[in-house]
């Protein structure tokens, strides 16, 4: 057991409210177990007790620790929490272990939240993590595909709308809720930004656009 993941699960389970955690379960249709700690002071728990360690490769390794030995879904959202830290943020080196945590994780609450890296990791290194978000626009896993669409949220002016359409485009015809969810989610943000070329692009799409993408990309436009 690494040091810091060890600090880690004291704390959780230090910070624990079992009462609440059945519903946690529930809400999450979780397999596995909750602690019964709130999902901000999870995270905070991990950032607070991370605080001053800069080395990268200590953070990724107490982060797959908690990970890969999680017994209750907090540890994995304090897993979460690590990779976000700024010695690891960005980084390219990352990205198998943010595929692994997709893929492994496997349910919206643990995919939304690695999504963020895959925007941090593209700002930093466009060329490399773009041919690798439009081959998982097309994987058979749809988290991995999930992940593609939404990992330009928050880009703003950043964002590269010919990579969001290529990762879009393979998924039109998904009857998945969490594929045509994310496919509203990622141009209902992008409209913030450019509002006219989320227009253009639900108005050329109209066909093949389920009704839940397109009420979500136009819920602030109408």
Do not use: C
């Amino acid at each position: 057991m690494t040091a810091l993941a060890g600090s880690i699960r004291l704390a959780l389970r230090d910070a624990a409210d079992p009462s609440i955690a059945p519903g946690q379960q529930a809400y999450m249709k979780s397999s596995m177990p909750f602690l019964g700690v709130k999902v901000p002071v999870a995270r905070r728990l991990a950032r607070t007790l991370a605080r001053g360690n800069s080395d990268a490769d200590d953070l990724r390794a107490n982060a797959l620790e908690l990970w890969r030995e999680a017994t209750h879904r907090e540890e994995r959202y304090a897993a979460t929490e690590l990779m976000g830290l700024r010695p690891l943020r960005g980084r390219l080196e990352e990205m198998p272990v943010h595929e692994e945590m997709i893929r492994t994780g496997a349910w919206w609450d643990h995919v939304d939240e690695v999504s963020h890296r895959l925007a941090e990791t593209l700002d930093g290194h466009p060329d490399e993590v773009a041919p690798v978000l439009r081959a998982w626009s097309r994987d058979d896993d749809l988290w991995i595909r999930r992940a593609s669409i939404i990992s330009q949220l928050g880009r703003r002016g950043a964002t590269d709308t010919e990579l969001l359409v290529e990762v879009i485009a393979p998924n039109l015809g998904d009857d998945e809720f969490f594929i045509r969810k994310a496919i509203g989610w990622a141009l209902r943000d992008y409209a913030r930004t450019d509002p006219g070329w989320v227009l253009a692009f639900v108005a050329a799409h109209e066909a093949e656009l389920s009704g839940l993408s397109r009420r979500e990309a136009l819920k602030h436009l109408r």
